[in-house]
């Protein structure tokens, strides 16, 4: 599995967009990019994966460049409630089984 | 609410003991995992099923075991307890074996005096 590098914390204020960044640089071939909120004490959640170019849905989009070494999860408008510890895992799928590692994550932090 | 399920919410036990923790996935998936997380180690995969069968290992210490029923569900065991083992645990669930999109439940928390 590909190691990911990512700030420790963010601080924003409520309304204004969140760009996380995720540095990959040994991602592999058949590596996606999937991103987890978790709030203290609950299970992380899904936000969204993606593989190149750019992904979007409801809540959040993903900007994965061509050399895909790196990865941006844009949060728009953020609100108190996005306050939470993001992680950035990259891994493939493998019909053996998948290991997902989650690194120490961004802690972000969003104030009125 | 992620359709997982896991039992018990809470859980405080003496150093030594045995406990089961339960998951039930969510409809339709057939994939199960277990991770731990703690203060100090943040969240660590310790084991995935499939349909019944072991399918990944991560760090999973010889103490703990884990099983998936014919039922999908699973429940993890932790014997000989240590104060070191008191940590959330969380159980996921995915539609295949190699997802990276994985449903989380809502944890169990094992504390251990």
């Known amino acids: 599995l590909a190691k990911t590098t990512q700030p420790i914390s963010m601080d924003s204020y409520e309304g204004q967009e969140v760009n996380i960044t995720c540095s990959h640089n040994?991602?592999?071939?058949?590596?996606?990019i999937t991103w987890y909120q978790q709030f203290p004490s609950q299970g992380p959640r899904f936000i969204i994966q993606?593989?190149?170019t750019k992904v979007t849905n409801e809540v959040a989009s993903l900007f994965i460049p061509a050399d895909r070494k790196s990865s941006t999860l844009s949060l728009p408008r953020v609100s108190l409630s996005d306050t939470a510890v993001y992680y950035c895992l990259v891994g493939g799928f493998t019909g053996g089984g998948n290991k997902l590692t989650f690194g120490t994550g961004t802690q972000l932090k969003v104030e009125l | 609410d992620s359709g997982v399920t896991q039992t018990p919410k809470h859980l405080i036990t003496a150093t030594g003991q045995r406990v089961t923790l339960r998951c039930s996935p969510r409809?339709?998936?057939?994939?199960v995992y277990w991770y731990q997380q703690s203060l100090d180690q943040g969240l660590q995969f310790l084991i995935q099923y499939y349909n019944g069968e072991e399918r990944a290992k991560g760090n999973i210490l010889e103490r703990f075991s884990a099983q998936q029923f014919p039922d999908l569900h699973s429940e993890l065991n932790l014997s000989s307890l240590e104060l070191g083992d008191s940590a959330l645990y969380f159980c996921?669930?995915?539609?295949?074996?190699?997802?990276?999109?994985?449903?989380f439940g809502p944890g169990t928390r094992l504390t251990v005096t």
């Open positions: 409809s339709g998936d057939l994939s």
């Open positions: 993606g593989y190149k």
């Open positions: 996921a669930s995915s539609p295949r074996p190699g997802d990276n999109e994985q449903y």
């Open positions: 040994n991602i592999a071939t058949n590596d996606y």
